[in-house]
């Protein structure tokens, strides 16, 4: 009879030492989950894009956030996925994700699907301070972090290295197109979509063409952004590349009324005697060659228009109110087809 109490009493104090280790080793476990589901880094509000491919699994997703830097340890992100029922259900798409935030908010995004986007659109000839005020006007960004991310902000594209620091670095490379974003993109990430494009645009045979006309891209944009704003006719763009491009070959100054524009800050439409006489790098009417850097950005049919351009002995053009142009040899024609369109 004693025998059995003592076994009786042995067995109950086994049952309790196995039901305090369980309870503690669950407390544990719930503490380790507890601290490896928390930010990696609190406070940092910098985002980074993560994009999940279709059909990645939970551990490929875990993975991903950890070289990401988002997460401390995949393995507990498969886990609380598998205790919490959300395995197989993350969406693939593309996420703006920060290391400030819990695991259980990065969850929720990718259970969500796609973040909030809205578009915008940047129209050919749009220079760095009308691209500012579109953005502006919608709410996408802070006009001086955006300044500030056109002259210093770090972009990995082969272009913009060698570009000179200064408000006016990334004038003529962010591609006019219609951008679809994140809500909560930032500047640089807005900027450097826009960059992207342009160097999906770019390709290898402009860069050839460029080459085999012993052309640097700078020549290439700066000549197209001003082909961009003097333009309205397709036809019109590869003639007027080739007027400029002879008036380069022979020495004489492009007296573009486009960079003069660029100079005032306005499109205004008729330039005054005055205006042609402001002292600054961009006034081509007083300044041989080029101007630093372009004026705009330039769609692809100006690019296309300046490494192809049409072969002429044209020096003269002007517009005929139109929309188009007419072309001259000489000034007197010149002046002739002046009287005729616009005195």
């Not at 060659?289 to 044209?314: F, H, K, M, Q, R």
Request: charged share 25%; hydrophobic share 40%; glycine share 8%.
């Amino acid at each position: 009879m004693i025998r059995i109490k003592v076994k009786r009493r042995f067995i109950a104090f086994i049952l309790v030492l196995v039901l305090m280790i369980l309870l503690l080793s669950g407390m544990l476990f719930m503490n380790w989950l507890g601290k490896g589901s928390g930010p990696i880094d609190p406070g940092n509000e910098e985002t980074v894009l993560v994009t999940v491919p279709r059909g990645t699994s939970t551990n490929g997703i875990g993975e991903l956030l950890e070289s990401h830097g988002l997460i401390s340890d995949a393995f507990v992100f498969r886990l609380k996925s598998k205790l919490e029922g959300y395995d197989g259900k993350f969406r693939a798409g593309e996420y703006y994700l920060s290391p400030g935030m819990s695991m259980d908010q990065i969850i929720e995004h990718l259970l969500a699907g796609r973040d909030s986007t809205t578009r915008f659109t940047i129209p050919e000839g749009y220079d760095l301070r009308r691209t500012a005020d579109a953005l502006e006007a919608q709410g996408l960004i802070d006009r001086e972090t955006f300044f500030k991310e056109i002259e210093k902000g770090e972009f990995d594209y082969w272009f913009v290295e060698g570009l000179e620091e200064g408000e006016n670095r990334l004038e003529g490379y962010l591609y006019p197109e219609t951008y679809e974003i994140f809500v909560n993109a930032t500047e640089k990430e807005i900027i450097g979509k826009m960059l992207s494009q342009f160097n999906t645009v770019f390709t290898e045979e402009h860069i050839k063409r460029m080459q085999e006309l012993e052309l640097s891209l700078k020549e290439v944009m700066i000549l197209a952004s001003i082909v961009e704003r003097e333009a309205v006719v397709s036809e019109d763009r590869p003639i007027i590349a080739g007027v400029f491009q002879h008036r380069l070959r022979i020495g004489m100054p492009l007296q573009s009324c486009a960079t003069v524009q660029y100079i005032l800050g306005e499109q205004k439409p008729v330039l005054s005697i005055a205006d042609t006489q402001i002292k600054s790098p961009y006034n081509t009417y007083l300044n041989a060659g080029l101007p630093p850097t372009p004026i705009c950005s330039p769609g692809i049919e100006s690019i296309n228009a300046v490494l192809w351009p049409e072969e002429t002995d044209y020096l003269y053009f002007l517009a005929k109110g139109d929309g188009s142009h007419v072309f001259s040899v000489t000034y007197e024609e010149h002046l002739r087809n002046k009287a005729i369109y616009i005195d």
